[in-house]
C-alpha cells in the first residue's frame, strides 16, 4: 500500500517504492498475521521505503526475498549491526547489544568468547535440566482440561532455563517475566527503559557479586573473560548477558507459542508427532521456518545495490526473518508446513550474526514438544478463542488458550 512520506525523502529513494510496512513496531491484529498479513505482504516489490519501519518511528528499507536478505546479512563491508536495538540509547547510555550489535573485528572477540559456553557437548550436558523445567511446569496444568499456553508454559519455561544457566534464583521468574514483557511488548517507550534499567541493574550487581565469589554459571564466565587480551568491561559483560536475556527469553516464548498454536490447529500434524518422536526435531525446523518472527536491523555504511535498489550511507534496512523464512520464490508454497521439507530457514538469521545460542534454543524447542506431546492428550483451540498478536521486531501472541 502506498504511503505519503511526511518529511523529506532521500534523492535516490523513488516515489513509487514509499509504501507502509504492516509488522512495524505497535501494530496490533486479531488475525493470524502468518495466513493473512504476511502472505500479502509478498505481493509488495522485491524491496520499498516504509517512512515508519525502523522501531515504528523512523524510515527504513524493506526486503521481503531471502536471497537479498542473506546477501545482506553477509555483507560486512557495506553493512553495519550497531545500534539496531533501542535499548541502551533509552538510557541515554551507548552500551551494545553483544554480539548482534557489534562489527569485524570486536564481532570475532566476542563470538569466540560465547561459543564454547554453547558447544554441543555443554548443551547436551544441559538436556536433564531443560527436561526437568519442561515437565515441572507441565505438571501444573497437565491435569486440568486446558490452559492459557503462553503464561502457563511458553513464558515461563525459558526462563526457568535461562536462570540456571546464569545461576539465579529460580524463584525470579514471575519479575524476569515482567521485565521481559516491558522490554519488548509494550509500546510505551518509558516503561522500555525503565525495564532496561532495571534489568541491567540486577545482573550488574549480580556481575558485582560474581567478581567476589565466582560460582559456576554464565554470568561468572563472562565475568571473568578477557576480550583481545584484556579483561572484559562493564558494557561488555552487561551487553553479553542481556542479548542472551532478550534471545533466550522471548524468542523462545514466541516460537513455542506458534508453534503449538499450529499443533492445536492442524491435529493431523499433531497426531503425526505423536505416533513418530522421531520426526519431531524436521518439524522443528519446519515450524521455525513457517512461523519465523524476529526482525533485526542493519545500516548501510557504502553506497551498494541489493536488489535493483540503490542504498546510500546512513540508509537503514529491516532484516526480517518472517518474510525471508516465507518467500515464494524459495519455499514453494510457504504458508503450507511441511514436516519432510527440511528446509534452510532465517529464523536464526545467518553469516556471522547467526544466533550464538541456536543449539540451545533447538534443543529446548525439542524437549518442549516432546513432553508435551507425551504428557498431554489431543489438544486444540478453545472454541472461543481471541488471539491478539503484537506485531515488530517480535511477532507474539499476548495469549493461546489450549483445551482438551
Not at 535498489?309 to 511441511?338: A, C, H, K
Amino acid at each position: 500500500m502506498l504511503q505519503t512520506f511526511s518529511g523529506d525523502l532521500p534523492a535516490h529513494v523513488p516515489k513509487e517504492l514509499v509504501m507502509s510496512f504492516p509488522l512495524r513496531l505497535g501494530a496490533e491484529t486479531w488475525d493470524n498475521p502468518f495466513t493473512t498479513l504476511i502472505p500479502e505482504m509478498h505481493k509488495a516489490p522485491r524491496a520499498y521505503y516504509a517512512p515508519d519501519a525502523w522501531s515504528g518511528v523512523a524510515p527504513a528499507w524493506v526486503f521481503r526475498r531471502a536471497d537479498d536478505l542473506t546477501e545482506i546479512y553477509l555483507d560486512t563491508d557495506n553493512f553495519s549491526s550497531k545500534d539496531f536495538a533501542p535499548f541502551a540509547t533509552l538510557m541515554g547510555e551507548n552500551w551494545g547489544v553483544f554480539p548482534v550489535e557489534a562489527d569485524l573485528p570486536m564481532h570475532t572477540h566476542y563470538r569466540a568468547l560465547m561459543q564454547p559456553l554453547f558447544t554441543p557437548k555443554r548443551v547436551a550436558e544441559m538436556n536433564d535440566r531443560v527436561r526437568y523445567h519442561a515437565r515441572y511446569y507441565i505438571d501444573q496444568f497437565k491435569d486440568g482440561h486446558g490452559c492459557e499456553f503462553v503464561s502457563a508454559f511458553a513464558a515461563r519455561f525459558p526462563i526457568a532455563v535461562f536462570l540456571e544457566l546464569f545461576g539465579l534464583p529460580i524463584d525470579e521468574v514471575e519479575q524476569f517475566l515482567a521485565w521481559e514483557d516491558d522490554l519488548l511488548h509494550n509500546p510505551d517507550i518509558s516503561s522500555i527503559a525503565a525495564a532496561t534499567a532495571a534489568v541491567k541493574n540486577y545482573i550488574m550487581t549480580t556481575v558485582d557479586n560474581r567478581r567476589k565469589e565466582p560460582k559456576d554459571d554464565l554470568i561468572s564466565a563472562l565475568t571473568h573473560s578477557t576480550v583481545d587480551g584484556r579483561p572484559a568491561t562493564d558494557d561488555e559483560i552487561f551487553g553479553l548477558c542481556f542479548n542472551l536475556y532478550l534471545g533466550g527469553l522471548d524468542t523462545l516464548t514466541t516460537n513455542l507459542g506458534w508453534q503449538f498454536r499450529h499443533l492445536a490447529t492442524h491435529p493431523e500434524h499433531q497426531q503425526y508427532l505423536r505416533d513418530n518422536p522421531d520426526q519431531i526435531p524436521d518439524a522443528v525446523e519446519e515450524l521455525l521456518r513457517a512461523y519465523s518472527a524476529v526482525a533485526t536491523g542493519r545500516t548501510c555504511i557504502k553506497p551498494v545495490k541489493i536488489g535493483g535498489v540503490q542504498l546510500m550511507p546512513g540508509d537503514r534496512v529491516v532484516m526480517s526473518t518472517t518474510l525471508g523464512s516465507t518467500d515464494p520464490e524459495v519455499f514453494d508454497n510457504p504458508t503450507e508446513v511441511r514436516f519432510d521439507r527440511k528446509p534452510r530457514h532465517l529464523a536464526f538469521g545467518s553469516g556471522i550474526h547467526n544466533c550464538v545460542g541456536l543449539r540451545l534454543a533447538r534443543r529446548e524447542l525439542h524437549v518442549a514438544m516432546e513432553e508435551l506431546l507425551k504428557a498431554l492428550p489431543p489438544f486444540r483451540l478453545a472454541p472461543d478463542a481471541k488471539i491478539l498478536t503484537r506485531l515488530g521486531g517480535v511477532i507474539a501472541m499476548d495469549s493461546l488458550p489450549l483445551v482438551w
